[in-house]
């Protein structure tokens, strides 16, 4: 997993607006999907062993902590955070916080 945090990345296009590339990636895809979660305190995902999948996973977190393991680390993401996960990585999350973690996620599946 790749972690960086929005307040590291120098913004462009100034005085007109601010604009800051989280991540940027050329390829060939056929499925997209845009998702904002809401994980309640408590919840693991999934809710046991490991999750994996053919999309690559983009997420942008906005508020809130969760826990995760990914490729045989832990971290924890927290606002401003942003995360890109590989196809076919296993990973998991867990909010051990006392709010919801609202995040959003961008999925791209790769064109055969």
Same mark, same amino acid.
């Given at each position: 997993?790749?972690?960086?945090?929005?307040?590291?990345?120098?913004?462009?296009?100034?005085?007109?607006?601010?604009?800051?590339?989280?991540?940027?990636?050329?390829?060939?895809?056929?499925?997209?999907?845009?998702?904002?979660?809401?994980?309640?305190?408590?919840?693991?995902?999934?809710?046991?062993?490991?999750?994996? %999948? =053919?999309?690559?996973?983009?997420?942008?977190?906005?508020?809130?902590?969760?826990?995760?393991?990914?490729?045989?680390?832990?971290?924890?993401?927290?606002?401003?955070?942003?995360?890109?996960?590989?196809?076919?990585? =296993? %990973?998991?999350?867990?909010?051990?916080?006392?709010?919801?973690?609202?995040?959003?996620?961008?999925?791209?599946?790769?064109? =055969?």
């Amino acid at each position: 997993m790749k972690k960086i945090n929005i307040n590291d990345i120098d913004p462009v296009g100034m005085p007109m607006y601010e604009m800051k590339k989280l991540f940027n990636k050329q390829d060939n895809f056929n499925e997209m999907s845009m998702s904002v979660i809401s994980l309640t305190p408590g919840e693991r995902v999934p809710a046991e062993g490991m999750s994996c %999948h =053919e999309e690559d996973e983009y997420s942008f977190f906005i508020s809130g902590e969760v826990d995760t393991y990914c490729d045989g680390k832990y971290s924890v993401e927290k606002a401003g955070d942003a995360t890109f996960i590989p196809a076919g990585m =296993e %990973h998991w999350c867990i909010n051990n916080g006392s709010e919801p973690c609202k995040l959003v996620c961008v999925m791209l599946k790769k064109s =055969e």
